[in-house]
């Protein structure tokens, strides 16, 4: 596949829960603005999902509706590879490398390891902790450049960068590209949560993320639920940070008069966050409505989604193992 010079990008969702806005507009919406220019690998990464210990028909199912839900969202799996995460069997060998090049510093300096020692302190095991050599492996495997994430995962494409240098310096070799985060927006997407507390998370409650399956009722009643003040009493004050996450919504799915029109009446000090939340509602239902549409069609298909899958893996596989044999080579090992 990286055979026409075409940059490389590879990036991933795990199947731990149900996809919202967050990993649509920080992952997926820009896979698929991607696939024309760029060689894109984009798989499930359903090894990342092991370390919260899921059972083995939860995985298989939410696995698939991620793959599902790539299709639906527009990627064309003619242009990419589609695949799986396990079915690519030179990815352990290689974490089992890079593993040797990564310290315990700065693996538990980490952030979302320092988190999950907080929120799951029962379940620490040693995938949370090298969760970013498996990310790093998930990218060099295809010898990829640019990463499309959201801003959470900006730090881990960082210390990827690092393993990377490391590795090529050690070994006196360039090798692999230097990772870097890549989104086709200014700044990497940051997805706020609903309730106006932190970034949109599969780990928060129902309530404060909008899924891409979400009927237009269930849209509705999440967004009219988003909080707000009485509005502001000085002319052109800055906004609450409650009050800019529903302009932030609205910046990504309504049009710029619409925009225009509430951004004058904040600033003229008469909106009414009712027919602001109203709007945002109606432009969400709307820009949402295609991809939900396309879920339920594909859902009824199974069989294709899993073809899909199968072809993906084999081309994933093809670029791996030529990427594993010239590792093998690199390290001193020998290629029989
Ligand atoms: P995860 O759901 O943690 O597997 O993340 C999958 C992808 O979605 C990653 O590229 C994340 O950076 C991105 N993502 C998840 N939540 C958000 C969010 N609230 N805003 C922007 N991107 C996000």
């Known amino acids: 596949m990286a055979s026409d010079n075409k940059v490389i990008t590879v990036s991933g969702v795990r ?6 806005l967050g990993n649509y507009f920080g992952a997926v919406k820009n896979f698929v603005g991607m696939q024309d220019s760029y060689t894109g690998y984009f798989f499930v990464a359903d090894y990342h999902s092991l370390t919260t210990h899921p059972n083995a028909a939860d995985l298989r199912e939410k696995s698939k509706n991620i793959a599902l839900i790539y299709l639906a969202c527009g990627l064309d799996p003619d242009k990419c590879a589609l695949y799986l995460q396990s079915d690519v069997q030179q990815i352990p060998e290689l974490y ?20 999950k020692v907080r929120s799951q302190p029962n379940n620490v095991n040693a995938g949370l902790l ?17 990463v499309p994430v959201g801003k959470d995962q900006q730090q881990h494409v960082e210390m990827s960068r690092d393993f990377v240098r490391r590795f090529n310096n050690f070994y006196g ?10 989104s086709f927006s200014d700044t990497l997407m940051n997805i706020p949560s609903l309730d106006g507390e932190g ?12 899924y891409l399956e979400d009927t237009p009722d269930q849209i509705r009643k999440k ?12 002319p052109n004050s800055a906004k609450p940070p ?22 004058d009446q904040y600033n003229q000090c008469n909106i009414r966050y009712g027919d602001l939340k109203k709007q945002l509602a109606e432009d969400m239902v709307a820009y949402l409505s295609p991809i939900r549409q396309k879920i339920e069609e594909l859902s009824a298909n199974e069989s294709k989604v899993y073809e899909i899958l199968g072809d993906g893996a084999s081309k994933a596989r093809a670029s791996a193992a030529q990427t594993l044999r010239d ?10």
């Open 199 to 210: 970034k949109m998370s599969k780990s928060k409650p129902e309530y404060t993320c909008i």
């Open 96 to 115: 089992l490398i890079f593993n040797m090049h990564a310290y315990l510093g700065e693996l538990e300096r980490e952030a979302t390891f320092k988190e």
């Open 173 to 182: 070799v360039n090798y692999f590209p230097e990772p870097v985060p890549f």
């Open 223 to 234: 967004i009219m639920r988003m909080p707000s003040d009485s509005g502001p009493t000085e």
């Open 327 to 336: 590792v093998r080579e690199i390290i001193g090992f020998k290629n029989f």
């Open 15 to 20: 199947p731990t829960g149900r996809q919202h």
């Open 130 to 146: 090298t969760y970013p050599v498996l990310m790093t492996v998930d990218i060099i495997i295809h010898k990829a450049h640019k």
């Open 242 to 263: 409650f009050i800019q996450n529903i302009f932030d919504l609205m910046a990504l799915v309504s049009s710029t008069e619409t925009i225009q029109h509430f951004n």
